[in-house]
């Protein structure tokens, strides 16, 4: 299938590792220009290279902290200045620390409403003047099966990637007019870093082997498996693409049948 991609420009965020870093070689991959940040440069700069050299795109990294105005300033007018606009805006930062509630501080609940939610309002305050002169665009942003199916241990996560899905709705209702298509993407149980960390954090906090947990997740995806990091990048592509071009205001999730909801 031909996602008509050729030439776009797409910007994705924490894409040094993970899923941003698979979103961003799908979209590579399919003929995209591409800016990249990530907060740190020596991982940011090997995955750009690594980029380019699997799929011949033009990539541009660019070391950015997305919970900081200036930063997300800088960086989509550096995205605009060496590309000439932007067509494809994908948010994704890492994920707020796990802990129950009782364990979680102020300073806890202020850094993950920074780097949560608010990098989402931000990248948007300054990508949505560019994607409008376009006449058209795509913003995606990654989120996780709790905004649907909350998951004990990540208060933080459950309560401030549902604020971001209320978001994306209410913006993908108002920029409609403009042409402007806005999703989430919500992966289940991922092989990622993040996810490592997540199992480690679970088996220390029960007192468990983290091969165990490891395994209780496992076992509750119907398909049987982890998923791969492509797997999500590769719908990101499609949401990107003309072939996803009356898809708006929704949450996909990317999770093995995980969520046992019907919506």
């Not at 995806?221 to 998923?227: D, H």
């Amino acid at each position: 299938m031909d996602l008509d991609l050729h030439g776009k420009v797409a910007l994705v965020c924490a894409a040094s590792k993970g899923l941003g870093r698979a979103a961003a070689r799908s979209l590579a991959g399919e003929g995209c220009r591409l800016a990249i940040c990530a907060r740190h440069a020596e991982p940011l700069q090997e995955t750009a290279g690594r980029i380019a050299r699997d799929t011949g795109a033009e990539v541009l990294p660019i070391v950015a902290d997305v919970s900081q105005r200036a930063d997300v300033a800088r960086l989509v007018a550096a995205t605009v200045d060496r590309f000439g606009g932007l067509d494809i805006l994908v948010t994704n930062a890492g994920g707020p620390k796990s802990g129950l509630f009782d364990t979680l501080t102020e300073a806890d609940w202020r850094g993950a409403f920074d780097v949560t939610f608010l990098s989402v309002v931000l990248l948007c305050l300054e990508a949505v003047p560019h994607l409008r002169r376009r006449g058209g665009g795509r913003i995606i942003n990654i989120t996780s099966v709790s905004v649907k199916q909350p998951i004990d241990g990540l208060m933080l996560s459950n309560a401030l990637r549902a604020a971001v899905t209320g978001f994306s709705k209410t913006l993908a209702n108002e920029l409609a007019r403009d042409g402007i298509l806005v999703n989430c993407v919500a992966p289940g149980y991922t092989r990622t870093d993040r996810v490592t960390e997540l199992v480690n954090a679970t088996a220390s906090r029960e007192g468990l082997d983290p091969a165990a947990v490891a395994a209780r997740l496992v076992g509750g995806v119907p398909l049987g498996r982890a998923g791969e990091p492509r797997e999500l990048g590769d719908l990101v592509a499609f949401l990107a693409s003309a072939r996803g071009s009356y898809i708006t205001g929704t949450t996909i999730q990317v999770d093995g049948g995980t969520v046992k909801g019907l919506l």
